[in-house]
Every structure is written in structure tokens, then in C-alpha cells.
């Protein structure tokens, strides 16, 4: 579950990822906690817990019926310590670990939320938290028979750095896989940059003639205007601009360097973005897919998905079974967990 990093390695994952998606587009289990014991604790946690950040909290179901809760928790980056950072999912196994020493042989499944997937890759050079899980609850299965879901909002895969060394020949040149994405992919032009370039703070602007200065108002305006367009367009826009001007050649090809390079800037962080969203969602999938159909009939590792809800609202729950006031209780009390019945 390394990834190389090469781009050309990079290209090899991609294509192969796509040409495997048909098949594992619906392949993860998205329902299988909403049919039993898990929707309602589960939405109850949701509805309590709920950002739109990275943050993970553990289930537990006991034989007797128990639901033991691990609170929310967030990533340990690690700055002050020497063994780097610790994932969410690394600090809820250690948690469940240390409680199943005692009470494993009552423990009879396991619900692990990550707002973030499980990471396939990590750029500190530690197992990934997917290999991770795969050892564990394999563990815990063999001691105790514990079958564990792994639930999880937003794909991480192998982060959202894993394109960063992509060029804008990379995917402007036909041949490439990424090809489709440069055609295909609208964005805005940084306006920031626009400014840089053709505003008033271009000292250039001071001693040129007024034609100039006109041509690079329209150029101005043109990249500061907010509706999204291609690559294409936008290079094919300015260049229009720039040829109504009739400027000598030296100026127009100045001004047209200018805006190509604006636009190939602007377009290659919004054409990366998607890649990379594009890549983790489904290499992400093609791993999980993997492990649960391996794992066969019996498969005590599920990778469900709960999708984000599409209005700003948190999730909805009622509290499951037993009184709210019981869970607080116990979990503003002692390390460990809160349980409610
Ligand atoms: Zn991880």
C-alpha cells in the first residue's frame, strides 16, 4: 500500500484505478449499518460529534446488549514528539486495545468512525492506517470472534498531495490520461495573480503608452471576471483581447507569455484538485473492495461509507434506546468510554 512517487508511477495507478472503477464504483457496503443494531448509535454520535474536519470515535456492542462509546478525538500531529504524528484511527486502536485486555470476551462488534478514510499511503514513511485495521481486526476476530465496521465521510486515500509534482504539460499534452480533466475542467483565474500582472501595482504600467495600458485594463478585467471557464477558452479570450490592440509583436507576445502563464497557473491547482479527489475516492475503493471480498463470506472488516449530509443540517438522530443523561455521565467521567443500554 506504498505509492511510489513519480509521476510516471503516479499515471500507472491512475489509469489502472480508472480502468477498475466501473466495477467498484458500488461495491462498498453503504447501507450495511443502516439495517441493524449500528443506525441508531451511530446517527446519535453523528449528530453529536459532527464537523467537517478530521475527527474519529469508536463503538463498541457488548454480548449483554451494552453500547460502550469512545468520545471524538482528533489526529495527534506530533509536534513535540519523536515518534511523529499518530492518526485518529492509531489512537482509537490503542484506546480499544487496552479495553479489550479486560473485557474483549464480552465485546461482540466494533464501530470505528473517521470523518477522513482510512490512509492508504503516509508521507512519514509508517504502516498506513487501512494496513493497520487489517491487522487488528484480524487480531481482534481471532481472539474474541469481534467483527468491526469501519465507517468514514470523505475519501483521504493518499492524501491530498499525492499529484503535487503534476505539470501543466503533463496534462495539457494529448496523450496523457489527464488529458480529459485539462478539456473538461472549469475554473476561475486567480484574480490575485491578474492583479499582479496587468494592475496598477505593475510597475511596468508607469512609462508604457496608453495603448498598453488599455490593453492590460481589458486584460485586468478579463481575469478578474468570475464565471469559470476551460483552459482553452480562457487562453483563447486573451488572446483576442490581446490581438484587437494590434501592439508590436514584442509587446504582444510579452502580453500573451503573461496570460498564458496566468492561466496554466490557475489552471493546474484547480485541475490537480480534482485529479487527486478523483484518484483517493477510487483507490480507496479498489482497496477496501479488495479486502472485504478476500476476506470472503465471513469478512469481519466492512468499509462503509456515510455520505455527507447535502444540506448544511448535522445528521438527525434520537438518542438510542436508554437515557442521554446516562451517557454524559459516564463520559465526562473516566478514561475509556461511555456506555448506554
Ligand atoms: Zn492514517
Known amino acids: 500500500m506504498r505509492a511510489k512517487n513519480t509521476i510516471a508511477d503516479k499515471t500507472c495507478l491512475f489509469t489502472y484505478t480508472t480502468e477498475q472503477s466501473s466495477d467498484n464504483e458500488h461495491m462498498i457496503r453503504v447501507d450495511s449499518p443502516f439495517r441493524d443494531k449500528w443506525q ?3 446517527l446519535y454520535c453523528l449528530k453529536k460529534y459532527w464537523e467537517l474536519r478530521q475527527y474519529g470515535f469508536a463503538v463498541l456492542i457488548m454480548a449483554n446488549g ?3 462509546i469512545f468520545p471524538k478525538l482528533y489526529p495527534d500531529h506530533g509536534e513535540n514528539k519523536t515518534d511523529g504524528a499518530k492518526h485518529s484511527e492509531e489512537i482509537l486502536i490503542g484506546q480499544i486495545n487496552q479495553f479489550l485486555l479486560h473485557m474483549g470476551i464480552n465485546v461482540i ?3 470505528i ?3 477522513k478514510s482510512p490512509c492508504l499511503w503516509r508521507s512519514d514513511g509508517n504502516v498506513c492506517c487501512t494496513k493497520k485495521l487489517l491487522e487488528q481486526t484480524h487480531d481482534w476476530h481471532r481472539k474474541f470472534g469481534i467483527s468491526t465496521d469501519v465507517a468514514f465521510t470523505e475519501f483521504w486515500g493518499c492524501g491530498p498531495h499525492c499529484f503535487k509534482d503534476l505539470t501543466y504539460d503533463h496534462v495539457s499534452e494529448p496523450s496523457s490520461v489527464f488529458h480529459s480533466y485539462f478539456q473538461t475542467c472549469v475554473f476561475k483565474l486567480l484574480s490575485k495573480d491578474a492583479a499582479k500582472i496587468y494592475g496598477s ?4 504600467n508607469e512609462n508604457i503608452d496608453d495603448n498598453i ?8 478585467k478579463l481575469g478578474q471576471k468570475p464565471n469559470p471557464r476551460t483552459a ?3 487562453l483563447r479570450q486573451g488572446q483576442e483581447v490581446i490581438d484587437s490592440f494590434k501592439l508590436e509583436k514584442e509587446i504582444n507576445k510579452k502580453l500573451l507569455d503573461k496570460w498564458s502563464q496566468l492561466v496554466k497557473n490557475s ?3 484547480r485541475i490537480k484538485q480534482k485529479i487527486t479527489a478523483d484518484y483517493n475516492s477510487r483507490a480507496s475503493t479498489h482497496v477496501y473492495t479488495d479486502i472485504m471480498s478476500k476476506l470472503g463470506e465471513n469478512c469481519y472488516l466492512k468499509f462503509v461509507i456515510y455520505p455527507k449530509p447535502s444540506s448544511k443540517a448535522k445528521p438527525t438522530s434520537t438518542q438510542p434506546n436508554r437515557s442521554r443523561q446516562m451517557a454524559a455521565q459516564t463520559e465526562s467521567g473516566s478514561a475509556g468510554g461511555c456506555f448506554f443500554r
Open 213 to 220: 495600458k488599455r490593453a492590460n485594463d481589458k486584460l485586468l
Open 267 to 269: 489552471a493546474l491547482k
Open 232 to 234: 482553452e477558452e480562457h
Open 113 to 115: 468512525y473517521t470523518f
Open 40 to 42: 441508531p448509535v451511530l
Open 201 to 204: 501595482d505593475n510597475s511596468e
Open 109 to 111: 462488534r466494533i464501530l
Open 66 to 68: 451494552e453500547y460502550w
